[in-house]
Structure formats: structure tokens, C-alpha cells
């Protein structure tokens, strides 16, 4: 198979592209032909992503608000120039209005993929998420099926946006070997829970005061880290 993958994030600059890079493994380890196009600089990019792996990298905007519309347009004169060697496309929700009419010009099937709606408070992602669900939108009208990280991503896509065609789970990340070989050891002094990401409501973060309540009970001392 011949997979083409649109993705808005900086490949071996982004900490949130990991999942990028452990699918792109995934998908090369099972014989699939694939070529990613997304921002960021060759030579990073190439060092993060698996050897067998095809990339175009565009150059991006830095600036808050422009960084996606500057992707978009890039890819998209890309799209132009493309021809009908791909069998299937992936495209980064942020994405899919500036890709969707080139691909259709070429007849290449695509889904949508989110990796995570826009969580954030602000102007800027209110626009964003205006932006979530008309791109869902246009993939319920021009696409079968969508990707999505679990069950209850499912059903924010759906409750939110009214998408009503198959939606596949993909849960990536840390690859499975680093936990599996990590050193598992009995915490004596101390026990330390760290998170890291968005403080909202919607990722459960409320259930870190919960856990605190708990962790007040416990034997030995605890404390929660939050960056």
C-alpha cells in the first residue's frame, strides 16, 4: 500500500509528534510505502523518522494564527503538482479544507485524523475549534472514515460535529519497549506523580484534586507536579 500522510506538526521538533513517528514505525514495520508531508527542517525530520520513510518538509509561519494557514497553502500547491501514485491520504484535521479539493481533483481517497481537538482558552483556539468541526464537516461529506486516539474521542467528534461515518481508534505514543523495560522499583521516601499538558476540564485534569485527597493517605509522603 501506498499511504501519503498530511500532518500540521513539526516532526522531530513537536513533542505532541511522537505519535506521528511511532505510527509511521508501525506502518513501515507492515510493509506499507509511506510519504509524510508536514513542516520543520529536513534534517530533523529525517532524523526522526524511520529510515524507509519518503518526507516533504515545508517551511511554516511563526506567527500565533498563521502557523496552519502557512502550512496549508504550502501543501496545498503541493497537491497540485501530485499525480494518482498514492493508494490512500491521512490529513491532520487542522488540514483538511486546504487538501481536500486538490486530492479530489486526483481521485485519492483520504480520512481525517485527529490526534486531540484544540483545548486551549483564548480567541485564537475558539477560532480553532470552529475550524475542528467545519473540517469534520467537510470529511463527513467527502470521506468514509476518520481516526481518532480513543472511545470518548469518538463521541466528543460525534456530539460535537455531527460526524456520523466509521471512526478507528489509534492509541500511539511512547513506544511499548521503553515502559517494558524500565527499571519498576518500590517508591520508600516519597511518591511523585507528574502531568504534563493542558489544564482543562476536558482532559480530566479536575481528577487531580481527587487524586491529591487520596494521596494524603497514604504512608508515606506524595506530591503532584504539575508543568
Known amino acids: 500500500m501506498r499511504l501519503l500522510w498530511i500532518t500540521g506538526r513539526r516532526i522531530g521538533s513537536d513533542l505532541a509528534a511522537r505519535t506521528e513517528i511511532e505510527l509511521a514505525k508501525g506502518l513501515i514495520s507492515m510493509g506499507v510505502s509511506l510519504t509524510l508531508i508536514c513542516p520543520g527542517e529536513e534534517e530533523v525530520v529525517s532524523k526522526a523518522l524511520p529510515r524507509d520513510t ?20 504550502r501543501i496545498a500547491s503541493i497537491i497540485r503538482n501530485l499525480n494518482t501514485e498514492y493508494d490512500y491520504c491521512l490529513i491532520d484535521w487542522r488540514l483538511v479544507n486546504f487538501c481536500e479539493k486538490g486530492l479530489e481533483r486526483i481521485g485519492l481517497k483520504w480520512a481525517a485524523i485527529d490526534r486531540g481537538p484544540p483545548a486551549f482558552r483564548g480567541i485564537l483556539p475558539k477560532i480553532q475549534k470552529i475550524m475542528w468541526r467545519k473540517n469534520w464537516n467537510i470529511a463527513n461529506k ?6 481518532v ?3 470518548e474521542h469518538a463521541k466528543l467528534v460525534r456530539e460535537k460535529t455531527g460526524f456520523n461515518q466509521d471512526l478507528i481508534f489509534l492509541n500511539a505514543g511512547v513506544p511499548k519497549n521503553w515502559l517494558e523495560s524500565a527499571a519498576a522499583k518500590e517508591p520508600i521516601d516519597e511518591i511523585i506523580f507528574c502531568y504534563s499538558g493542558a489544564l482543562d476540564r476536558k482532559r480530566g485534569i479536575d481528577g487531580l484534586i481527587s487524586l491529591s485527597d487520596k494521596m494524603g493517605h497514604l504512608p508515606i509522603p506524595g506530591r503532584i507536579i504539575v508543568i
Open 142 to 147: 467527502k470521506s468514509d472514515l476518520g481516526f
Open 149 to 151: 486516539v480513543s472511545e
Open 54 to 73: 519518503d518526507y516533504v518538509t515545508i517551511e511554516q509561519s511563526t506567527m500565533p494564527g498563521m502557523k496552519t494557514i502557512s502550512a496549508g497553502l
